[in-house]
């Protein structure tokens, strides 16, 4: 246990009109450090999770974070960028630099602006989380991608756009009755397993429903050691946190197995002590359904190329035995994609204080947090816990 999460703030995502990076990095910036109850001049470092790409023009926005006051002047403020997973790399780092004992108190950042370029643009864009070498030709830019994941999952272990279905009904109608998330509606399974105008197929084999939103947010958080948060109003321990770096070429490596994703959790598994049906609930890396149900596997719920049954046998319900995306996940919350990991860590901190209001899971005692980058390459599981 090196630090804890003692304040926090998650903006509305979705398509925010004339709302830029800035104005929603100080919304959040502000909210977490109130939610602390500390002073922006307590504030030792700041670490922005900000992916970019293109998406806008301000590509240096490290110090847009003190613009939230004028007391966070020459704090050391640094972006973090690790693809999908550039959230909790920023995350990472604060945490690093209180276990080093070179900070009392970090900010964590995690902002990205999608909805202002043109869809050509985002494809584009996310393809750079891929190996362009090779990986860039792939028709239906990212969603091509797990497309071509989906295809091989599928010759090996047989058709299961059921499953891919079923989780996407599920993520929505958790997503529903999440105030703060971009796709606020239950459409049931029937809608997201058929074709339809409003459920196309986006490309190859992958419907709309399949794959996450493009969007725009921030969240933010305030972490401190753990001697320090046992006098605070509220703390949430990482129990466990680990970062496993795989790959970036699919061709090198069996890109079904997500072999990266399952070592981060049995890496963090095992530094913190549990199996990970002590886990009151799970947010995972829910890209595409497949996605979802690829790291089922990964995660230990059960063997490769049995993840269905988590689903179809409702274990990952948010009334199920282990509740995965209780949130909505990326699906329904929506995927602005430095503000994942952060929001992540945030949606798991309110589960464990009991401030979740109607996604709440019954008894949250410990979360687990899964946030991934490009195709399994960077991939992050922290464990959490109350401090008390």
């Not at 939103?213 to 921030?218: F, L, N, Y």
């Not at 305030?222 to 970036?248: C, E, N, P, W, Y």
């Amino acid at each position: 246990m090196t630090a804890c999460i003692v304040g926090w703030h998650h903006s509305k995502f979705g398509k925010l009109d004339g709302r830029d990076a800035e104005d929603l990095i100080v919304e959040a910036a502000v909210g977490a450090i109130r939610d602390a109850g500390i002073e922006p001049k307590d504030v030792d470092a700041i670490y922005l999770g900000h992916f970019n790409g293109g998406l806008i023009d301000q590509d240096f926005t490290a110090s847009l974070v003190l613009q939230a006051d004028p007391a966070l002047r020459f704090k050391p403020a640094t972006r973090v960028e690790n693809a999908c997973s550039t959230g909790t790399a920023a995350i990472y780092q604060g945490l690093n630099a209180i276990a080093a004992r070179k900070a009392r108190f970090v900010l964590c950042v995690g902002v990205e602006k999608m909805t202002s370029s043109p869809n050509d643009v985002v494809g584009n864009v996310l393809l750079k989380a891929s190996y362009k070498k090779a990986e860039v030709f792939t028709d239906g830019g990212f969603a091509g991608v797990f497309d071509s994941i989906q295809k091989q999952y599928f010759q090996r272990y047989g058709d299961q756009s059921d499953a891919t279905a079923m989780i996407a009904a599920k993520n929505h109608k958790n997503g529903a009755r999440n105030p703060l998330a971009h796709m606020q509606k239950d459409f049931g399974y029937d809608f997201c397993k058929t074709v339809s105008d409003k459920n196309p197929i986006v490309t190859g084999g992958m419907r709309r429903t399949d794959c996450s939103m493009v969007s725009d947010g921030a969240a933010a958080l305030v972490m401190t050691d753990v001697q320090t948060a046992l006098g605070m109003k509220k703390a949430i321990a990482f129990r466990a946190s680990r970062h496993v770096q795989d790959f970036l070429p699919m061709a090198k490596r069996d890109v079904i197995a997500f072999e990266g994703p399952a070592k981060a959790w049995a890496d963090a598994l095992g530094e913190a002590g549990l199996s990970v049906w002590d886990l009151s609930f799970a947010e995972s890396h829910d890209c595409f359904t497949i996605a979802e149900l690829i790291e089922y596997e990964a995660m230990g719920l059960t063997a490769p190329g049995e993840g269905k049954r988590a689903i179809m046998e409702g274990w990952v319900q948010a009334d199920g035995k282990l509740p995965v995306n209780p949130s909505g996940g990326l699906k329904s919350k929506g995927h602005p994609i430095g503000a994942t990991g952060v929001s992540m860590h945030v949606m798991a901190a309110m589960q464990l204080n009991g401030s979740a209001g109607d996604i709440q899971v019954k008894n949250a005692k410990l979360g687990g947090v899964f946030n991934m980058g490009g195709v399994a390459v960077a991939n992050y599981v922290s464990i959490l816990e109350p401090l008390r």
